[in-house]
Nanobody, 120 residues
């Protein structure tokens, strides 16, 4: 069992930056594959970034702007978001599973989400 709690969301102007965190509680955190997803009102949940021991994968819409990382000693996943635009406005969720789903929203464990709002 794994519990995930996101933080770091907020309101920012276009061009700004935010750093999201996802704190995990549970055993064997380092064994889990993890990802970040987002969902805007009226839209499907989409994969933003995912990470495993070999590297990371990003949605085309965030490549070069977002960076996913993890600190296994701190049981924490991060998403550094730069050059934000209004199109990035959404609820952001972290997810984890022992299966590597990469950017597919099939992960078993989900956080409650943190809101990111970007104004123009």
């Amino acid at each position: 069992q794994l519990q995930l709690v996101e933080s770091g969301g907020g309101s920012v102007q276009s061009g700004g930056s935010l750093r999201l965190s996802c704190a995990a509680s549970g055993r064997f955190y380092s064994s889990y594959y993890m990802g970040w997803f987002r969902q805007a009102p009226g839209k499907k949940r989409e994969g933003v970034a995912a990470i495993d021991s070999d590297g990371a994968s990003y949605a085309d819409s965030v490549k070069g702007r977002f960076t996913i990382s993890r600190d296994n000693a701190a049981n924490t996943l991060y998403l550094q978001m730069n050059s934000l635009s209004p199109d990035d406005t959404a609820m952001y969720y972290c997810a984890a599973d022992l299966v590597n789903w990469w950017l597919l929203p099939e992960y078993k464990y989900w956080g409650q989400g943190t809101q990111v709002t970007v104004s123009s």
